[in-house]
């Protein structure tokens, strides 16, 4: 499969750009963070977003998707950072959507992917104990109980996980924390009893919650996947998920960049625009380059997922485009406010919550220095 997009995608990519800036614009997250919306996203733009398809696109047909790959949801997800938008998109589609693709049993996968695919059923991904991402790192028990089990623990940083209809929950039902065997997923309800949900403020305003758990019953049926087997469907997901999150971040970066060049043409100083120092233009040509190279890992990665590409080198590719992108975004974000000089401080002006967004994404399912390191063991250093 070459490694561009064909035309169906490039159509897809414009309609996504345009709805995008038509329907959510920056402004619009800054309204929901300046109100303190409960849901913390636009149930009419999510609407929206479901009839145009996107919540279906990388799902198999006989469970109500549109089978177009992750191709076609990779360029609507890089459009949605362009903007910033707010929605179920990357937590329900990407990360739990695809768990269930992966690990669901039929009836699993008969029951709710469509609900998924048609936006009625919103998920969120239970995984992280702690401020660092530490997959195997779970701690949370899942003991027995009768002919199921009882969930006790917490969890952090679950993104939307103040607004699903379901959680997908990563525990221990052997083993120790650090180990790869022994962690068993769940599908347990959010109104369960002994399930606490507390909604977290990011500094991005994304949406995410804490989630305490106690003595939570589950039951055989609500496993996904098998049991003690659960990095089985958590390895192959999170790497799927982290493609995802590099082409949000991506988008972002670009659009970052785009608002600086912008700026730097029309801000004079000494009776010449800014953008006509020379200092600038090496910084702006360096972010340029970053930006093209970061953008060929993305759509190699996205390509991978699609051809169906063994599980290690996917792994590879997930690291090298959360690496590089998350690098790239640091990057782009910073120069940004600082060639926007004083005001870029000021919340008056967008600029700012690139960097905001740019802080919390690239500790989505790893940071920088997790991939690097993760990329050097997959090389077998």
Not at 270 to 280: H, R, T
Not at 358 to 369: I, K
Request: charged letters at 25%.
């Amino acid at each position: 499969m070459p490694m561009i997009l064909n035309e169906e995608q490039n159509m897809l990519k414009d309609t996504a750009r345009e709805f995008c800036t038509e329907r959510v614009p920056i402004g619009q997250l800054r309204k929901l963070r300046d109100d303190a919306d409960p849901d913390g996203f636009d149930h009419g733009v999510w609407a929206s977003m479901v009839e145009l398809g996107w919540a279906g696109i990388p799902f198999p047909e006989q469970f109500g998707g549109l089978d177009f790959g992750y191709k076609g949801l990779g360029v609507v997800t890089e459009e949605t950072g362009r903007t910033l938008a707010a929605s179920p998109l990357f937590a329900s589609v990407w990360v739990c959507g695809t768990a269930l693709n992966i690990g669901g049993s039929d009836a699993q996968k008969s029951a709710l992917l469509p609900r998924v695919a048609s936006g009625e059923l919103l998920l969120a991904l239970a995984l992280e104990e702690s401020h660092r991402h530490d997959p195997y790192g779970i701690a949370m028990t899942a003991g027995r109980a009768g002919n199921g089990y009882a969930l006790t623990g917490s969890k952090t940083f679950v993104l939307d996980g103040h607004v699903a209809d379901r959680l997908i929950v990563a525990a221990r039902t052997s083993g120790a924390s650090g180990e790869r065997d022994g962690i068993t997923l769940f599908l347990v309800a959010p109104d369960a009893q002994g399930v606490e949900i507390t909604r977290t403020m990011m500094v991005d305003s994304r949406n995410a919650a804490n989630v305490a758990f106690s003595n939570v019953p589950a039951g055989a049926d609500d496993v996904v996947g098998e049991v003690g087997m659960g990095a089985d469907v958590l390895d192959p997901t999170l790497d799927i998920a982290r493609i995802g999150i590099a082409a949000e971040m991506l988008g972002s970066t670009q659009e970052c960049f785009d608002r600086t060049i912008a700026y730097l043409k029309e801000r004079e100083q000494f009776g010449v625009p800014i953008g006509s120092f020379q200092a600038l233009k090496h910084r702006a040509a360096n972010m340029f380059c970053e930006i093209e190279l970061s953008k060929s890992v993305v759509l190699e990665a996205l390509t991978a997922l699609d051809e169906q590409r063994e599980g290690e080198e996917v792994a590879k590719l997930a690291s090298l485009a959360k690496a590089k992108v998350g690098e790239t975004f640091h990057t782009v974000s910073r120069e940004g406010i600082q060639m926007h000089g004083g005001i870029g401080m000021t919340d008056e002006f967008d600029i700012g919550f690139f960097i905001k967004r740019s802080a919390v994404t690239e500790q989505t399912f790893g940071d920088v220095n997790y991939h690097r390191n993760r990329y050097g063991e997959l090389e077998g250093y």
